[in-house]
């Protein structure tokens, strides 16, 4: 097993916004049927290039990934990044399923997602929701996680710590968790989506300087019919006020011990996370059995791959070949 290290040599993530005449396209939007949802994804690179599946978390959206995409297929991978559940065209296929936002779920739609475009396979990478959906998958079915890249470590939650507080100065950073329990937080989700992603955006990440236009694109996201109900759900259930969907009830019984992951990682701390201080990684270690590294990103906060495209992509770079020479 690889121990953990400190690693401070990624290039600083520039702190200017970034135009939309000149980011990289993310491509045309796809489609497709996969367990309880169509999901809407975006496609780049090679079809038979190594798959690497990017995910996005809340409140973000696919264009998180607008420049290591394109980085990463033009290096030759099958580059796939999909809207979750509650976002973008992403759409449930039946008014009656459950609105869930649980980790459970999304770690399921993940493996439906790959079942759908028959991936036996693949490089799960990502941050916030979309990175505690790879760390699910990469846990519980580490047989489709050829490696996993994850923003702040081991995701998994410990639903039986919900109630335990933590630092004053980081219980302030989780403000619009408690706002979420209220219907009051309800209704100003629901009233003010684009305004209180920019109040998130702004605490997670003081060095990013995004302009409205970056704001308004990934905004659009918000507009899902289910964005609500879904986000609501997610923060409600992860502090207990809230019971999860039935069918992930046993899939939440096998993350409850905090699992293991096996799958060769890299893990990554912005050193400038309004909310998530960097760490070494030492703590997390006993929870990544298979070899792992571990690197800060200055200048970086929550939202990463957007922040630091360059480490972002290199840490995904960085697992495929960690991949590539494990035994077995």
């Known amino acids: 097993m690889q121990t953990a290290k400190k690693d401070s040599a990624h290039t600083p993530a520039a702190t200017a916004p970034i135009p939309l005449s000149s980011a990289p396209a993310l491509g045309s939007l796809q489609r497709v049927s996969a367990g309880v949802l169509e999901v809407a994804y975006f496609s780049l690179g090679p079809s038979d290039g190594s798959p690497v599946i990017l995910l996005h978390g809340f409140p973000y959206d696919p264009h998180s990934y607008v420049e290591v995409a394109p980085r990463l297929a033009e290096a030759g991978a099958l580059v796939l990044v ?11 296929l039946d008014p009656s399923t459950p609105r869930s936002g ?25 941050y916030d929701w979309g990175g505690r959906a790879a760390c699910v998958v990469a ?8 490696g996993l890249v994850s923003v702040n470590g081991y995701l998994v939650q410990d639903l039986s710590t919900a109630n335990s507080p933590l630092e004053p100065r980081l219980e302030a950073g989780f403000w619009y968790f408690f706002y979420f329990l209220t219907e009051r937080g309800r209704a100003g989700l629901a009233a003010h989506r684009r305004e209180l992603a920019r109040v998130l955006w702004e605490r997670n990440s003081p060095l990013w300087h995004f302009d409205d236009e970056v704001l308004a ?19 409600r259930h992860r502090l207990g006020a809230a019971p999860g969907a039935a069918p992930y009830e046993a899939l939440e019984r096998r993350l409850a011990g905090s699992p293991p992951i ?9 050193m400038a996370d309004g909310n998530f201080p960097a760490t070494d990684g030492s703590g997390s270690a006993h929870l990544f059995t298979g070899a792992r ?24 770079m960085e697992v495929q070949r960690m991949q590539a020479t494990a035994p077995g």
Do not use: K
């Not at 990934?218 to 609501?232: K, R, S």
């Open 82 to 92: 999909p809207y979750l559940r509650g976002h973008g065209g992403t759409r449930f």
């Open 217 to 235: 694109r990934t905004a659009a996201a918000f507009e899902n019919p289910d964005y609500v109900e879904v986000v609501l759900h997610s923060y």
């Open 102 to 126: 649980q980790q459970a779920a999304l770690g399921a739609d993940l493996v439906a997602f790959m079942d759908a475009l028959e991936l036996p396979r693949a490089v799960l990478a990502g």
């Open 293 to 316: 590294a571990h690197h800060q990103v200055p200048r970086a906060g929550h939202n990463l791959p957007q922040e630091a495209p360059s480490a972002f992509a290199s840490a995904v």
């Open 262 to 270: 096996a799958v060769p990682t890299v893990t990554l701390d912005g």
């Open 139 to 146: 846990a519980l079915w580490p047989e489709r996680c050829t």
